[in-house]
């Protein structure tokens, strides 16, 4: 039985050399129990994130278990064993994380869940398209708008990254694609269009802004 679902957005956690730890205190009801469920959780780490548990204990959560979950800044997992009223009300004062189990696979899955949510986010860039600079028709502090023609794939609005040569000048979206006078939803290769790009990012200047030129 799960006594308060797991908060993903209050997840006790410690980064060291760049893995992050699900930070536990373990109260189990018997020795065998114990280590069971440390060896398991020892098999859901990986080089990004693991479980660090910070003491492990045989019997029932105590007002001693709170103090230490505070003070360690970590959650308390339990295993078949008693948590009182007062406790709780405790616990929930102080906002430790307590989560009671009386299925080992139960808590194996919960803990897994956490970890899979810890992870670090890879992002993957995809060129679709890329456009050449003809001319500059307007060019405020964070909105341009410049005139090219697409010189490989198939451009529409979104993410794009200003490039002179190899160096990146800037990110930003286009968010505004013409043909002639006509708004487009894409520009194949070959094609000339105007575009209105938003600087989301860019290299510190004097300026705080970028010069984009004819050929970028």
Partial sequence: KTIRSINQQNISTEKEQGKVYYKIILKSDTEASSQAIISSLQKLENDDVGVKIVSSDI?????????????????????????SNELKKLARRESIEIDIYSVIYE??????????SLMPVIKIEIEIAELKILAIFKDNKK?????????????????????????????????????????????????????????????????????????D
Avoid: W
């Avoid at 808590?107 to 899979?116: D, N, Q, T």
């Fill in 59 to 83: 019997g029932d959560i105590n007002e001693s278990d709170i103090s230490y979950a505070k003070a360690a800044k970590c959650a308390i997992i339990g295993f078949n064993i008693n948590f």
């Fill in 107 to 116: 808590l194996l899955e919960s803990i897994e869940f956490i970890l899979k």
């Fill in 143 to 215: 909105n341009k708008v410049v005139g090219g023609m697409v010189r490989s794939g198939t451009l529409t609005k979104g993410s794009v990254k200003i490039m002179r040569e190899a160096k990146l000048l800037g990110k930003g979206e286009i968010v505004a694609l013409k043909r002639g006078k006509q708004d487009a939803k894409q520009v194949v290769s070959g094609s000339e269009c105007g575009l209105e790009i938003h600087l989301t990012e860019f290299e510190e200047t004097e300026q705080n802004t970028i010069e984009i030129k004819p050929d």
